[in-house]
């Protein structure tokens, strides 16, 4: 063949010639080598391995290639000195006729310039080859271009009469010349390197083409290493002048929140109560609001205002303390807030209701300034609660949406293509590990949540200021009572009461005469709520006398006073009615009188007629008034019967009431206690009994325990009266040192659960639950309070009071009502703002556990407040590491694949990844594509088409990107929609990289 002086690609491709070489003289692969196809011309190394699909085609091959290598006259070397750049292509031959007897000793042409061995240096890249051979062309021997080119060089000519043959040899010894030195430059880089080809067949044959067998647990490594590659090998922020200490593993959290907060401009810290969340925000916070200088918002319940502003003010962050009552106000003015770079939201639960003023507000301030802070960036969001999920799956759903902002693709680069429908299809799945599941892909992008077994097993060590942190062991106590003792024989009787109240007043639509239109889903949502006040007719039942027997009164004085109206043809709705009579003086609220009408006092106070006037109207010819009238009075009638009954029942017939002061005068005495209730009338009754200073037997009981100081917190404190109790409480742990042991020291606090948000009380050991765990949530939150990290405690107790007798009728009641709730619920026929009174069936369940001292119930239930969570994994991964294991691990290539034989069990495990294209920040994406959602002038019009076609001549998203982005800046951008996201790009196979898959069969 004729070989070419000079191949650049474009007259003469490399590839052509290589092949041609090959091919003249032997023809068949295993003479001289593989010829593999043109499309899979690439390295073969381990990180090329990866990157091929794996496909019977290059699974061939892989396999090809290795039994080739193997064979004895092939040898491959590996140059390691220094590094080599030059490309030389030598070739070897026989004379021209001679049949081979003999290896091929001589050489025959050489090739050497720039062309990479790769697919576009052989075929399309502007490569530079120069071509030496030992025997040329018949025609190429008369060069007239090469003669008239050298003829200037000597005064005399050539010898003409130089035979054809001669001047053939002649020219030959030339090229001869150049191969000999090439040959010995080779000769010498050969013996510089080392031997390679052992190496190389078994990193092919380690390869997911290759024959070495792996092991499930190795399969499993390279998934969790993998899995996990991103967070253990992510950039470190430089260490930085800090005066925020953390421990272990509240450093962990604040590494991995960084980086979330750097791809989603937000994150929820959901460690279970206790770990200390309050302190890794505060280090998040110093990385924005000090280190960088940014305005930074702290929202924070107003009980733990003070709290935030002393512990930032001791750091020196300078940060804006807003409580979340300031939020909630109708005045509120977001303005000052606006431009806000970072918003922290502390017990960001409280906003898991997209209805109520304060998440209205803080959308405002978090949409103000077109979303972004004073620097010019998204605002970033970080929610702090150990419960995100307090009832219903949405709670969780609506707190992201404060990071979303509205946005429901926000995830789609995890999968999540629709946020909502995402926790519509969780929320459809009934059991909790199920819906657990659902929303794993969520969690790990956005949710950081440790628990307290976890970090007990995983930070056995862990440190804070220099000590080890110790963690108490709960222990659950039943302290049992006699129910019916307390109500002297009539428990039957009101538990069948409540059981047949009808509640005309609340399911109004029920009542509509026929043929007039009616709203099923309102008349489901009546249905439902008619269940939660029986349901909470029971609790507050269960929880006190007081309680039971101010709700009947309240119950009396709203229905008389709602037939007195009926008698007017006036409907008046129970809200409207509570909120005219705050205008009332209620002197006679302790009064034993049966209630009655309120109607008069109503319309004779000014306030009150002029609210009840502007109430909304109903169509009483609309309803069958004779209907609703006779099951007002049948209720009437029932609830006066259990008035009757209750209201003589003195504290010394309350059985629950004095087997708590027997636990004071007994095992409790000298010890701190914090007693908890649901309700605020049941928290003043235990107050009024055991330590109000005007209550002489109150204060007889507490001069026979030595005096000891008795407080109660409830909704009625204001922020700062609830601090100074608290600080007497646990003066130890709140820094009031000076006040342990003095007169100013609380030993006993009854306490709501306003105090289940965010304080330190871990100077008391014991804590007493009065009333029973409807929302078991409630006591993992109550025992946080107690159980926290600086507890010098070996045990924590926590007593629950369980009735003895009379508890399982109670729990069937409350059960089935649920259940009738639940399938109101499912029908689709009420919302989410009334599912915070439905209790789940497996509550009665975990009650039954707690009144047996089942101590694994709180562990379990964190857990599943957590719902589903990989740090145990995670530090799994990261143990083995310390230990010496990255290198094996990093050497386990990708699509590695194993089986194991398991009776019973079937399936394949398989482990893809798609590649997030690291070069487009998906923020700022979004941001031009709101731009691009807007009115333009013609320029930039002009402008975006010139961009646009030459996005679709080369491809390049970059250019695009950066043409777009200057478009934005010829003239000020107005306020842009919203964006509600792009329709999503399906992937595409090659779009898969496979990282590993297991196989399981039943043997």
Sequence with gaps: MRIPYVIDNEQHRLADVLNGLLAAEPTHSEDVGLRPDARIVKGLMKRDLDELPFDEATLRLVEDLIAWLREAKVEVRLHAEGFLHAKCWLFYGDRPGQLSLFDRFRPVAAIVGSSNFTAPGLTSNRELNLSHKVLLEPDEVEDQDAALAVKYLAEQAGNERIAPRNRQLLKSEVG???????????LRQWEASRDFKEKLIALL????????????????????????????????????????????????????ARKILARYDGVMVADSVGLGKTWIGKKLLEDYAYHLRQKALVVCPAALREMWERELGEATISVTVLSQEELGRETFDPHPYNDCDVVLVDEAHNFRNPNANRYGNLERVLGGNSGRGRDGARKKVILLTATPINNDLFDLHNQIALITRGDRSYFAAAGIGDLYRYFLHARRLTRRQEQGLALYNLLEEVVIRRTRPFVRRAYPEATIRGKVIHFPERKLRTVQYDLEATYGGIYEEVVAGVESLELAPYKLKTFKKKGVARDKFEEGREQALVGIFKSRYLKRFESSIEAFRISVRRALAFLNTFETYLLDSKLLKSSDFHRAIAYLSREDEEDDATPGSLADELDENEDARRLL????????????????????????????????????ITPENDAKLQRVKDLLRGDLRGRKVLVFTYYKDTARYLYR?????????????????????????????????????????????????????????????ISTDVLSEGQNLQDCGLLL??????????????????????????????????????????????????????????????????????????????????????????????????????ESLAHQL??????????????????????????????????????????????????????????????????????????????QVKGLIEAVRRLKGIVAEPDAPRYDGAPRTALRREDWRLICFDFLSGG
């Design 205 to 256: 044959d380690a390869s997911k083409f290759g024959r070495v067998e792996y092991t499930p647990w190795q399969v499993y490594l390279k998934a969790l290493y993998e899995y996990f590659r991103d967070d253990l090998e992510g950039e470190e922020i430089p260490a930085t002048r800090s005066a925020v200490e953390l421990s272990e593993f509240q450093e962990d959290a604040v590494k991995r």
């Design 613 to 648: 006037e502007r109430m909304a109207t109903v169509n009483t010819s609309d309803y069958e008034l004779r209907s609703i009238d006779r099951a007002v009075k049948h209720d009437v009638k029932v609830l006066t019967r259990i008035w009757e009954r209750v209201k003589g």
């Design 176 to 186: 001869a010349r150049a191969i000999i030195e090439l040959e010995r430059w080779f």
């Design 878 to 955: 990261r143990q083995m590491l310390e230990d010496g294991a990255r290198e094996t691990l990093e050497q386990l290539p990708d699509g590695i694949h194993s089986g194991l034989i398991k009776p019973g069990a079937r399936g394949v495990f398989f482990y893809f990844r798609a590649e997030r294209n690291g070069d487009i920040d998906r923020r700022e994406a979004i941001d031009l594509i709101r731009f691009l959602n807007q009115p333009m002038l013609s320029i930039q019009i002009r402008e975006l088409r010139t961009a646009l076609r030459s996005f679709k001549a080369v491809g």
């Design 769 to 870: 639950n009065y009333d029973l765990h409807w929302n078991p949530t409630r006591m993992v939150q109550r025992a946080g309070r107690i159980d926290r990290i600086g507890s010098d405690f070996d045990e924590l107790w926590i007593y629950n009071m369980f009735p003895d007798a009379g508890l399982e009728r109670l729990l069937r009641l409350v059960e089935s009502l649920s259940q009738k709730i639940s399938a109101i619920d499912q029908a689709g026929f009420h919302d989410a703002s009334v599912l915070g009174e439905l209790v789940h069936p497996q509550n009665f369940n975990t009650l039954r556990r707690i009144r047996e001292e089942d101590g694994t119930v709180i562990q379990e239930e964190e857990q599943a407040i957590e719902l589903v969570s990989n």
């Design 689 to 749: 009994h055991l330590g109000h200073p005007e209550n002489a037997q109150a204060q007889a009981f507490r001069s026979e325990l030595g005096g000891f100081n008795v407080r109660r917190i409830d909704s009625g404190a204001d922020a700062k009266e609830r601090l100074r109790i608290v600080e007497a409480f646990a003066p130890k742990s709140n820094g009031r040192p000076d006040w342990s042991g003095s007169e100013r020291e609380i030993d006993l606090l």
